[in-house]
């Protein structure tokens, strides 16, 4: 039969197999191999149904392949044991009145496709995971960033109330001293009044002694009043920058304090140059001047000793002020001294822990710094503006 040769062709250069039925379903011819894909390797006296069972049900359809002589089924990829791929195609032989069902191999590509489809999945799932990653990270970032912007302003709100907290324990120490402050001037005031008030009752009361009396009144009352205006310049809060002289400005914050050291037998000695000018905040700076020696007379207090000195040196270089605050009242401990300046450290049984930190924090708001050294004798610390 022609087509008989046409298909061995077929079969030979391109290894497909094929069966060849008549209108009974009869097996009149296969290729040699055809059995790799059947059930049973002899197809004598059997028909197609017992050879291909996926044909099974098709019987119609493939009498109407050879009545209409113009048509072919292909039959989708289907799984043959142990390990292949085939497509089927059935077509009419009307010269011979038979079917022809042509199988083709094609495991590699079926492979290659379901390789190639497992790898697309695994690409795809890899991408899902990493897009929901991502997601994941991004809302973890966005959450870090909340986290960070709340603990940022808790941190901010702290350090405000940490300053306020350090300007108020100031200010109660300022009160008393200017307390003390006060009662020389008013004792002075009450001794005047009485005097003119004895000397009116005996008649003796000159033009001379009121005035002088009265001079005497008016040059308390002023001190009285230049202290109230200190007190409320030193708690004023600087709004801006602006230069200031610092030999005036620290003789300012002791005119309201340096009594009160004098009453403990505490000198305060400022020596240096009158006409260095530093640009910021004028009462900021003061106050680091009065927390450090007030950190002096509080170890003075701790430990009374004679000749209790606190020396303040105004120096410059460079067009950089260094002004250095040192005492003779024996010194950092060595192992704590690198911590300081740290929140809440502190060494004094009631002390807060705040001053020193504020202080450094201070300078360095104003792009200066503050720092400490032990020597002989006592502590000098150093500000540089």
Known sequence: MYIQEVFKSIYNKHLYEYFIINREFEIVSHSDRVYKY??????EDSDIFEAIPELIGMEDEMIELLDRDNDRIDLPII??????????????????NNIIILFEDVTTITNAQQSSLQDRNQKTLLLAELADKNLQLENFNRDIQVLVQEE??????????IKLQARHAQMGEIIGMITHQWKQPL???NVNCGYLQLK???GTLTKDIFDNKMKSILAQSEHLHQTILDFQNFFNPSKRKKKFNIMHSINSILGLVKSDYSIKNISIVVKGEDNIEVEGYENEYNQVILSLIQNAKDEFLSNTKEDMKIEISIDSLSGVSIVKVKDNAGGIPEHIIDTIFDVYMT???EGSGLGLHISKSVMEDMGGTLSVSNIKNGAEFSIVL
């Open 38 to 43: 059947c059930d049973e390797e002899s197809f």
């Open 79 to 96: 799984f043959k044991e142990p390990n292949n791929y085939i497509t089927i195609s059935i077509t009419p032989d009307t010269e011979y």
């Open 152 to 161: 940022i302003s808790k941190n901010v709100e702290n350090q405000k109330l």
């Open 187 to 189: 004792s002075a005031i």
């Open 200 to 202: 009116y009752n005996n």
């Open 347 to 349: 060494t004094k049984k």
